[in-house]
């Protein structure tokens, strides 16, 4: 048996991040977050170029579309290879069939100038036609000015804003940063140590895998008046899985709940890129509901298609060679960890 759903969309995802498994040990074993992004992402994002983002992305892409994952927010940043970068994912992702909504995280870590160049990148690719939102890394690597510049850079284009929000205890004051700064159009990610009361404007993008994986905390998104949406923070693109781990973990803290709240936030993804309802996944399973899916694993794909045209059969990807697409990003990962 079968069921058919729309393309599913992954609310929080970094591409680049695909060419990071099996990456070195980092120099000494990260105690805290902080220790992880230095040690780990802060090092990795510095050393990519736009040949591994390139890759990266249609791997990404490749694996969205293996899980029915039709649809991309992605937050991209490669402080050395800025210029560009959003193209690039969005090429790949194109080639692929998978659509995107990107954005280049400005951040204070390298200067006013890296800062500058991010918010160029962002401006030169929504000016040239293509969807995209404004990218912060977070407010604690930014200035406020440069938090000001790109909230009204966004506005200027009528764009959203795609940040990270006190994932860490070392952003615990961002509500206070950006305190009149965000709209409802922004997404921000993660929220884990985010007031319950606070005045935010948004979508809170809950990525459970990867806050459990960084220790950071459990966000229990529930508490929150904001729309909640699921995202994978770059491990993968599998939105149902996604969603497993959000319901078990709000399971955990409250007896009571069945897994309805978790798939509201899955279905919240299509406000955020509402042309992935336009999108048609057949699944190995029938029925595809929130209390069958919460305990059945094994659950598949068989035929995906975006904008009509079939781009995923019989377990393989039809527009690109996925045992090339992972052949080449298998190269890039070995320059990238070269590097590292």
Same mark, same amino acid.
Request: aromatic share 6%; glycine share 8%; charged share 20%.
């Given at each position: ?18 060419? @990071? ?27 990519? *170029? ?6 990266? %992305?249609?791997?990404? =892409? ?21 210029? /560009? ?38 401006? +030169? ?19 406020? $000015?440069?938090?000001? %510049?790109? @909230?009204?850079? @966004? ?15 070392? $952003? ?11 709209? *409802?159009?922004?997404?921000?990610? !993660?929220? &884990? !140590?985010?007031?319950?009361? !606070? ?19 459990? %966000? ?10 699921? /995202?994978? *923070? ?42 992935? +309802? ?13 209390? !069958?899916? =919460?305990?059945?694993? /094994? &659950? ?6 975006? $904008? ?12 690109? *060679?996925?045992?090339?697409? +992972? ?5 890039? =990962? ?7």
């Amino acid at each position: 048996m079968s069921a058919t759903t729309p393309g599913l969309v992954c609310a929080h995802h970094h591409l680049y991040s695909a060419l @990071a498994r099996g990456m070195p040990p980092p120099p000494k074993t990260p105690t805290s977050f902080q220790e992880v992004l230095e040690q780990i992402w802060w090092r990795l994002d510095t050393a990519l *170029d736009l040949d591994m983002i390139r890759w990266s %992305a249609m791997l990404g =892409a490749v694996e969205a579309l293996e899980s029915g994952t039709t649809a991309i927010v992605d937050h991209h940043e490669s402080p050395n290879a800025i210029e /560009g970068s959003l193209s690039v994912i969005a090429e790949a992702c194109a080639e692929v069939g998978v659509r995107v909504l990107p954005a280049y995280g400005i951040t204070d870590r390298h200067g006013a100038d890296g800062a500058h160049r991010g918010l160029e990148e962002n401006e +030169r690719f929504v000016k040239e036609g293509n969807k995209a939102l404004v990218g912060i890394h977070a407010a604690f690597t930014c200035t406020d $000015d440069s938090l000001e %510049a790109a @909230a009204s850079l @966004a506005e200027e284009l009528g764009v959203g804003v795609h940040i990270h929000v006190a994932e860490g205890i070392g $952003d615990m004051d961002a509500p206070e940063r950006l305190d009149g700064l965000t709209r *409802d159009n922004w997404l921000l990610s !993660h929220c &884990v !140590h985010l007031p319950t009361d !606070h005045t935010l404007r948004g979508t809170i993008l809950h990525n459970p895998r990867s806050n459990l994986n960084n220790a950071v905390g459990y %966000a229990n998104p529930a508490r929150f008046t904001n729309p909640i949406a699921l /995202g994978t *923070d770059g491990i993968g693109a599998n939105v149902i899985e996604s969603f497993r781990l959000a319901y078990v973990m709000q399971r955990s803290v409250d007896i009571t709940c069945g897994p309805d709240k978790a798939w509201s936030w899955l279905e919240t993804g299509w406000d955020l890129m509402p042309e992935a +309802r336009k999108d048609e996944v057949t699944w190995s399973y029938d029925p595809m509901d929130p209390w !069958h899916l =919460a305990f059945t694993p /094994g &659950v598949r794909p068989l035929e995906v298609k975006v $904008d009509g045209q079939v781009v995923f059969t019989d377990g393989r990807t039809t527009r690109v *060679d996925a045992t090339e697409v +992972r052949a080449k990003a298998a190269e890039q =990962a070995a320059r990238l960890h070269a590097r590292l």
